[in-house]
């Protein structure tokens, strides 16, 4: 499966940094996970079996929740069995598209 998911604290003290530190100790736990992911502006992605993907994510959410009593969890998943490398094949069939009308 893979997941994309936006995890952020409702509640800062202050400045945007503030947020970002929080957020940034979510995506370490990502990181650390060994599964594959990517982070955009928007949304970290991660792959893997749904129950290590589900695992990343509430390890990431409560990283979150230890800076901030509330907390915003979204969460857009792709279930599908039997295939893997699903984070770069999916682009890669997208990109192939734009290959043909360059060339």
Do not use: C
Not at 15 to 24: I, R, Y
Not at 44 to 51: K, M, Q, S
């Amino acid at each position: 499966m893979i997941a994309a998911f936006s995890v952020a604290p409702t509640v800062t003290e202050g400045a945007n940094a503030e947020m970002s530190a929080a957020v940034a100790r979510a995506v370490r736990v990502v990181r650390e996970s060994g599964l594959p992911n990517e982070t955009t502006a928007m949304f970290t992605t991660v792959e893997g079996e749904w129950d290590e993907v589900m695992d990343v994510i509430k390890r990431a959410t409560e990283a979150v929740a230890e800076v901030s009593p509330r907390v915003s969890l979204v969460i857009k998943a792709d279930i599908r069995e039997g295939y893997t490398d699903m984070l770069h094949q999916k682009m890669a069939s997208l990109e192939k598209h734009f290959d043909h009308e360059e060339g």
